[in-house]
């Protein structure tokens, strides 16, 4: 009986194998094989290190959702629990003289945590049926019901067997039997098997022997039954998802790779070879979890996109396309690719995205949607001329003007003539320490020309030796970059790079975060290295510093704050505590809205959206809105152009212009700043 268990139990495991190992192979062929993008890593051995403790082994990222991510941990460190007891499951089933762990504490240990996760495991499986099939917890519908369905089964049915054969073992059927498992330890080391024997009568003799060989074999089916179809289901993630945290891009999240215009042929992404190999683990590492979807703010206000669906649906088409790929000549390779942009990818979600990262941010996973929804985007831009009209126009603006609106260039500087401001385009007088960088909204938009006003107020009240370039600045092109006219972009680029090396400029404060990260990062890619600061650090450290003093509220004031977070200075460069700090040492009376800092809901104006209409839905903006006025706010402070333009548009749409005032943070020090 031993020997014939033996050889079918590894013919089971060999084919299960077999399945799992050749399927992995056709899933990577697709991913080295058909893209033909490049892109370039560095080793960063510890960062790659620090991310696979964090967000696999740690599960850092699935906290964010704290109800499933506790659920999600638990059951991923009960199956590392379980890894051991299966290994030797499997080995002494095989080879029953061999002992894969010898004994003694470290396996009494091991087997004791085995025996209290396998009950934290069934825990977790009643919760997950209890959330997908009772609570139905929206972003869980729809998708994927039987793969979930038939994986819970199957881990439930690997727990209850573990401790059925456990049940027996203390029973002493297995006793007898060799290379059984588990025989020789304690019964305390086995706490929760204990507590289910004691609850059943004894069995023994061949009745006994004849259930430990029904559930054997039912406990090492189940178990063959998962090997072979992880890779064929959502659950590849469960390979695919260590492999590409560990894998990791060592650029910035959503960070837009440059076009190299003279070398590349293809630009953006129009079929599945403009995907990179690292595009292809994202899309293998998806487990639908959907907090990507229920985070976007296009998607909470009535719009079409799914960041979740953008990744499946690439995901189906590697899935479909690859196999045909892998066994086509040169010649049938164009007649296979068929393009991904209208069907399954429609261009209405393309333009929906606001690039503000919320799915990035959330996605356990480290998947990167942005950058492949502008790829998309190049793609319509750059290859077929197709983008809103509004954005074709804003183009032409930025290309004729310097700047996304019909202003004169000479007139960049004029809000600035009376405010005795060093002004580069007309003084040429490098003798400053920091350079402004006032950015196309603040620099004609008269609303944020106030914001540009309380700036310079507060840097002449620090003593600030500071300059603007005034006529010569042009676009940092982040409006470009973003929706995929990446050649408009680096030629704005290119002509601001040059006119800071002119003006020897080293380090640079902004109140635009698009601009920050442009300036930031982008312009770091193009090469130049240079201090950006944006406005909200640099008021902090005038403030720790005693450069500037603020005069508090009274405590008796009225006014009520809330600090709406700007995507670009939040997600994209981790600034959160520097306005909530300066806000607080004014005032106490501040309350935070349901949507903060990581989880912040967008204005609606990132991605370039700030000049498209908003036509489907809920405006994003009028939703902040209703969140700041749920917390009863008299004022919103914020640290964005953009976002100054949209919440302050949406409070007067409201009819919140006598409740509610938006005021950047410049506004708020400047207001406040004691005179001595």
């Known amino acids: 009986m031993m020997y014939l268990s033996s050889i079918l139990l590894l013919a ?59 659920m999600h941990a638990l059951m991923f460190w009960g199956f590392v629990a379980f890894a051991g007891y299966s290994a030797t499951f499997f080995a002494r089933g095989i080879v029953p003289s061999y002992q894969l762990i010898p004994a003694g504490l470290f396996k009494d240990v091991l087997f004791l945590t085995v025996d209290i996760f396998a009950l934290i495991v ?106 072979a179809y992880i890779p064929t289901s959502k659950h590849l993630h469960l390979v695919a998802a260590p492999l590409n945290v560990l894998l990791s891009k060592d650029t910035k999240p959503a960070q837009i790779s440059l076009i190299d215009f003279e070398q590349q042929k293809r630009f953006g992404a129009t079929d599945i070879r403009d995907f990179s190999w690292k595009d292809y683990m994202d899309f293998y590492s998806c487990t639908e979890c959907g907090r990507c979807t229920y985070n976007c703010p296009a998607f909470l206000t009535g719009k079409t996109l799914s960041p979740r669906d953008i990744i499946w649906d690439l995901r189906k088409v590697v899935m479909e396309e690859g196999p045909k790929l892998r066994h086509a000549g040169i010649e049938e390779k164009d007649k296979i690719l068929t393009p991904v942009i209208g069907e399954p990818i429609s261009e209405e979600d393309l333009w929906s995205c606001t690039t503000c990262m919320a799915c990035v941010e959330q996605c356990p996973v480290m998947i990167d949607h942005v950058e492949k929804i502008v790829d998309m985007r190049r793609s319509l831009v750059l290859n077929q001329g197709k983008a809103p009209k509004e954005t074709i126009e804003t183009y032409t603006n930025m290309e004729m003007y310097g700047s996304p609106w019909i202003n004169d260039p000479s007139t960049r500087g004029d809000w600035a003539k009376d405010l005795n401001v060093n002004i580069l385009s007309e003084s040429q007088n490098d003798d400053f320490d920091i350079l402004y960088w006032v950015g196309c909204v603040a620099s004609y938009d008269r609303r944020n020309q106030d914001i540009a006003k309380s700036i310079v107020k507060i840097l002449q009240k620090a003593g600030v030796r500071f300059a603007i370039l005034g006529s010569e600045e042009k676009c940092t092109g982040d409006p470009a970059k973003r929706t995929g006219n990446e050649y408009l972009a680096q030629n704005l680029a290119t002509a601001n790079i040059e006119t800071l090396n002119r003006h020897k400029v080293h380090k640079v404060i902004t109140g635009c975060p698009h601009c920050f990260n442009s300036l930031k990062n982008d312009y770091k890619e193009m090469g130049l290295e240079m201090d950006v ?144």
Not at 20 to 40: G, Q
Not at 167 to 175: K, Y
């Open 12 to 70: 089971g495991l060999l084919a299960a194998a077999a399945s799992f190992f050749y399927t992995l192979y056709s899933i990577f062929w697709n991913a080295l094989r058909i893209p033909e993008k490049k892109i370039k890593m560095g080793l960063s051995i510890g960062r790659r290190i620090y991310l696979t403790i964090r967000n696999v082994l740690l599960q850092g990222k699935l906290f964010k959702d704290s109800s499933g991510g506790i």
């Open 533 to 676: 600061i944006h406005h909200t650090e640099f008021i902090n450290q005038l403030i720790s510093l005693g450069k500037i003093d603020l005069k508090a509220l009274e405590s008796d004031d009225k006014e009520k704050f809330t600090y709406h977070d700007s995507c670009y200075l939040g997600r994209y460069n981790k600034i959160y505590e520097e306005p909530r700090t300066i806000i607080k040492t004014v005032t106490s009376n501040f309350e935070e809205m349901e949507m903060n800092k990581s989880k912040g809901l967008c204005c609606g104006a990132g991605g370039g959206r700030l000049w498209m209409n908003e036509n489907v839905g809920t405006k994003i903006s009028h939703k902040r809105m209703e969140m700041a006025d749920k917390v009863n706010a008299t004022t919103v402070v914020t640290a964005c152009p953009y976002c100054m333009i949209m919440l302050d548009d949406a409070r007067r749409v409201m009819g919140k212009d006598e409740k509610m005032q938006i005021s950047d943070i410049s506004e708020f020090v400047a207001s406040r700043l004691v005179q001595n």
């Open 122 to 227: 069934i825990v977790d499986v009643g919760y997950a049926v209890l959330r997908r099939w009772v609570i139905k917890v929206p972003r869980y519908q729809g998708y994927n019901g039987f793969e979930a369905s038939f994986i819970l089964f199957l881990v439930a049915t690997l727990m209850v067997t573990y401790y059925a054969l456990g049940v027996l073992r203390l029973d002493g059927v297995s006793a007898g039997i060799t290379g059984a498992i588990m025989e020789g330890i304690p019964a305390s080391y086995t706490p929760i098997s204990g507590f289910f024997a004691s609850l059943f009568p004894g069995i023994s003799g061949s009745s006994g022997l004849d259930l430990y060989w029904i559930l054997y074999g039912i406990h090492a089916i189940d178990f063959i039954v998962f090997l």
